[in-house]
């Protein structure tokens, strides 16, 4: 027993190098991770699970499609895409991490690059599926996601620690959240172009936030600088004095 919480101790410390969570679900969710990379076969590597969270985001997108042309019931295989796509999404990187074997750069282009093309997917798969005007919210879904991303990317650059939450809202919890739309879809048909109108607008609201408080980090980072800058300058004139 004390083998065994010492190993989740240690792996709890490794999978959190590097990243910031504030998302509502980080406990569960770093606790799950942790076991979860104790347990990966040695033969899988970290390019193998994204490989397997962009199969994930690929059956969310065919199960609009099919539901589309078959049966909106087709609807429910997008339940199991998104677990998959958590799975290889939250591992791939933490696993990396925890086998002491992190390619920083790389894997943080990658991931940013597969979950862009994913999120791509999914919309259009959306635009299948709903019907007349209503197609363009899964246009502006697409574009509020990639915003999201360019604001986590932005606060990486500037703060230097790296989050994929916008505030208590994470990758986890938007997963969960569009999970559910489609499930209410699923037995009231119809309901999906509101949901999805109303997470849009969530979203919208959540970006502003977010960008207000990156513009007041970007601009208490540039006084920091100016003063470092200053300091500098004032060191510079007494040693030629």
């Keep these: ?3 065994t919480k010492e190993n989740m101790a240690k792996s709890l410390r490794l999978i959190a190098t590097d990243r910031q969570r504030t998302n509502i679900l980080r406990a569960w969710e770093q606790k799950s991770i942790a076991y979860l990379v104790q347990k990966i076969p040695s ?3 970290s390019d193998g699970l994204t490989a397997i969270g962009s199969f994930g985001n690929m059956m969310v997108a065919a199960s609009f499609v099919m539901g589309a ?3 909106r019931y087709w609807l429910l295989l997008s ?3 998104f677990f998959i796509n958590w799975f290889g999404d939250s591992l791939d990187g933490r696993l990396a991490y925890y086998r002491r074997t992190p390619r920083k750069w790389y894997g943080f282009s990658l991931d940013v690059t597969v979950d862009w093309i994913g999120t ?3 919309g259009l798969g959306f635009t299948i599926y709903t019907p007349g005007v209503w197609k363009y919210v899964g246009f502006m879904f697409v574009v509020l996601y990639g915003w999201e991303m360019i604001t986590a990317q932005l606060r990486y650059k500037i703060g230097g620690q790296y989050s994929i939450d916008s505030g208590i809202f ?3 919890e938007v997963r969960l959240l569009l999970a ?3 499930t209410v879809e699923v037995f009231l048909p119809g309901t999906i172009q509101y949901l999805a109108t109303a997470a849009a607008l969530f979203l919208l609201i959540s970006n502003f936030s977010e960008t207000k408080k990156l513009l007041t980090l970007a601009n208490a980072q540039d006084k920091k600088d100016r003063l470092s ?3 500098e300058q004032q060191a510079n004139r007494k040693e030629n004095a």
């Design 43 to 45: 033969w899988i590597s």
């Design 1 to 3: 027993m004390s083998s």
């Design 170 to 172: 994470g990758p986890t």
């Design 180 to 182: 559910a739309i489609i």
């Design 229 to 231: 800058k200053e300091k």
């Design 69 to 71: 042309y078959l049966s």
């Design 79 to 81: 339940l199991l895409g």
């Design 120 to 122: 791509i997917l999914i």
